[in-house]
Nanobody
Framework: QAQLVESGGGLVQAGGSLRLSCAASGRTLSNYAVGWFRQAPGKEREFVATISRNSGGRDYADSVKGRFTISRDNAKNTVYLQMNSLEAEDTAVYYC????????????????????WGQGTQVTVSS
């Protein structure tokens, strides 16, 4: 099964940027649609962004549109989440997830659609 490892989280001031990475081992990530989700303390997990196998399909939560960009480098078996103009409300643990058995263009915005999850990386935005 695919193992996913997130990295790149940390503490940043409001208005700053971070780039999260989701690296896969054990499987070829290009065979999976990938999503980013986040969970803030006391809140439900929420969708952030998703990208299809061929990068032709992408979607974002309204709260991050125009600020976050999801991308993938299949040669490096890695998916990225570039986060700009960070706000205190973006503070959360960020998780990447992979959905198997998908078409090249498939994206998914619901957590229950995903088969594999990483352990998460903390993002803290100070105001």
């Amino acid at each position: 099964q695919a193992q996913l490892v997130e990295s790149g989280g940390g503490l940043v001031q409001a208005g700053g940027s971070l780039r999260l990475s989701c690296a896969a081992s054990g499987r070829t990530l290009s065979n999976y649609a990938v999503g980013w989700f986040r969970q803030a303390p006391g809140k439900e997990r929420e969708f952030v962004a998703t990208i299809s196998r061929n990068s032709g399909g992408r979607d974002y939560a309204d709260s991050v549109k125009g600020r976050f960009t999801i991308s993938r480098d299949n040669a490096k078996n890695t998916v990225y989440l570039q986060m700009n103009s960070l706000e205190a409300e973006d503070t959360a643990v960020y998780y990447c997830a992979a959905k198997a058995k998908v078409l090249l263009i498939t994206i998914a915005t619901r957590g229950r659609e995903y088969d594999y999850w990483g352990q998460g990386t903390q993002v803290t935005v100070s105001s």
